[in-house]
Nanobody
Framework: QVQLVESGGGLVQPGGSLRLSCATS????????VAWFRQVPGKEREGVSC????????MYSDSVKGRFTMSRDNAKNTVYLQMNSLKPEDTAVYYC????????????????WGQGTQVTVSS
């Protein structure tokens, strides 16, 4: 059974940093790509970053490129999102997602989702 559990969200001031974690089970990070998405009320879910299963190649949306870094620890079955230089517009619920055939930043390419973790950037 595929499961994803996000953690690490919270309240941070503009310019600050947070590291989100996505603990996974029921599949291998060596075979499934994983992506981070975020969503604010009334808006569509936005793809933030993704990492390939085979070689760990990463992709980022233009809105976070240069500020966010996605990584994975296959031994711990965990994926991370290091978020630096946070802005108020980064405020959202952040989700991790996976799929055996998914790749990229479209939410329609992923069938398995975590429950989300709230990130609030405010002074």
């Amino acid at each position: 059974q595929v499961q994803l559990v996000e953690s690490g969200g919270g309240l941070v001031q503009p310019g600050g940093s947070l590291r989100l974690s996505c603990a996974t089970s029921g599949f291998s990070l060596g075979y499934f790509a994983v992506a981070w998405f975020r969503q604010v009320p009334g808006k569509e879910r936005e793809g933030v970053s993704c990492i390939t299963s085979a070689d760990g190649y990463t992709m980022y949306s233009d809105s976070v490129k240069g500020r966010f870094t996605m990584s994975r620890d296959n031994a711990k079955n965990t994926v991370y999102l290091q978020m630096n230089s946070l802005k108020p517009e980064d405020t959202a619920v952040y989700y991790c997602a996976t799929d055996d055939a998914g790749w990229g930043l479209s939410p329609y390419d992923y069938d398995y989702w975590g429950q989300g973790t709230q990130v609030t950037v405010s002074s």
